[in-house]
């Protein structure tokens, strides 16, 4: 039998404290989605990097091109989605890849499929919101934008600032340093004070961490200041499980020894899925709903309402254009209509002078012949 809460000994309960659990169920029930977008030119370890993040296989199937048809290779779009379940939590991961990016000799309009895409995302959110059905929105809109700078520049290149600066109001973007394990850690260092300082030089604003609450506990701050520190992130990916000391780990053999990714020594791989995973997933699709796709909203809703103004304004030039016409229609009728008028006044009036001057002829004739009778 179930046990009845007893009403006299919680008299002051009301039953509210119990909504977090209740949106936690709804939550679960329902399940997660999240959209990834990976951006960079090939062999800087994306492919590798997400497999590794999510623990899975995404690309089993590619092929790499060769020189011949990287020269007149052009960026295009692929979609890979995967359901991924956590103690019963369910996550529809999409991860949109980029091939091509970079990869052509002439790479100046890579970021235009980039944009083009997040703004169809958009787009179709918008018009299934504005619909009648609003049920079942699918949500495909990009939350997040990991963008791969090679270890191996002195800082961003010029294409890396193109893209940037088309995307960084669009879409949440984090970069992220590919193939770390080429740099020692002074390299490292210098190559992100270098690419913050070309953002700040270039006003590019990439995603910003929240301010921890002040509630929150002393470990959950210390970790948010280092993972605010790590900006951009240096990673090193690897699919491969090896044996180092008797433990098992991922990571990659050299002839100099091994590289633990997840060991924060080496790489920031450990920081960058709990920022991506564990602790910001949630913040970054509440920024891509409340800031990037609010501000195309309001775009898309002034670009509806001037229209709309353009459209009456030309109703009403051609409604009064239309009365000016009918008006003028009726004037030049009304100055026919007194002209005929006028016309047959004046007939009137020559055919009332005629009777008169036959009149008087008639009685001029008649005395007359009165004056010849008398004689």
Known sequence: MSKTPSFDKDRDYIGFATLPEQVHRKS???GFEFTLMVVGESGLGKSTLINSLFLGD??????VPNVEER???TTRIEKKTM???ERGVRLRLTVVDTPGFGDAINCEDSWRVCTQYIDEQFRQYFTDESGLNRRNIQDNRVHCCLYFVPPWGHSLRQM???LIRRLHRKVNIVLVIGKADCLNKTEVRNLKERILQDLEDNHIQLYQFPECD??????FKQQDRELKASIP???VGSNTILEVAGKKVRGRQYPWGVVNVEDAEHSDFIKLRTFLISTHMQDLKDTTQ???YENFRAQCISQISQHALRERGKLKRDSISSTNGFDAAISETDRLLLQKDEEIRRMQDMLTQMQEKLKQTHLMEMKKNDSVIDV
């Open 214 to 219: 002040s509630d929150e506990d002393d470990d």
């Open 83 to 85: 359901d991924i379940e």
């Open 290 to 292: 409340d800031v990037h």
């Open 233 to 235: 992130f240096a990673v």
């Open 58 to 63: 995404l690309y089993k199937n590619r092929t």
């Open 28 to 30: 679960v029930k329902r």
């Open 71 to 73: 020269i007149e290779k």
């Open 160 to 162: 890396d600032l193109d």
